[in-house]
């Protein structure tokens, strides 16, 4: 299979995160955001241990759903689906979206975004909103080209080595 930027897409599996599966999603996402400097929480910033991920896990299951992208048994992705806590809200849920750095440019944001917008379909979500920095170029062109449309920006709202940077608020109507 061969992506929009015409690299061969490796096989990839995505599945439901299990409480099994949890040591290695807090590796992958502690390489993620070590390598990142496009997410809020800088390398070193997040101190969780297994058992604090544990019973978060536990305590969310009903509001969070997380699928991990798999290559070769080794996570390479994820995504959280966070359904809205109050009964006015109920019909949004709110995307968090991660690729290691190695794996981009290869589809997997595309199925991972693909795969929780089915999963919030089947659960009745009619809008799904995200964030991200303005000067991630890519992952703003991903959305774009799935229908999210930009809602808002916060201004100078992160400082980072290189500067501030800005919020931009996107949504999409399912």
């Known amino acids: 299979m061969k992506t929009a930027e015409g690299k061969k897409s490796q096989n990839i599996s995505i599945d439901r995160l299990k409480w099994k599966d949890l040591p290695a999603f807090l590796r992958l996402r502690h390489q993620i955001e070590h390598d990142a400097t496009h997410l809020v929480p ?35 992705g994820y995504i959280s689906i966070i359904f809205a806590k109050f009964k006015k809200l109920r019909g949004n849920a709110y995307l968090v979206l991660s690729v290691v750095a190695s794996h981009h440019g290869r589809g997997i944001g595309t199925r991972l975004m693909q795969a929780a917008e089915e999963f919030a379909r089947k659960q009745g979500i009619r ?48």
Not at 44 to 58: D, S, V
Not at 69 to 76: E, L, M, Q, T
């Open 42 to 76: 800088e390398k070193g910033e997040r101190k969780e241990t297994i058992l604090y991920a544990l019973a978060r896990f536990i305590v969310n299951r009903r509001r969070t759903y997380t699928l991990i992208a798999v290559n070769d048994k080794k996570p390479v």
């Open 127 to 174: 809008r799904l909103e995200l964030e991200v920095f303005g000067k991630n170029e890519r992952a703003l062109k991903l959305f774009e080209r799935l229908g999210y449309e930009k809602e808002g920006r916060r201004r100078k709202a992160v400082e980072g080595t290189e500067g501030f940077d800005d919020i931009v608020f996107m949504a999409k109507f399912l």
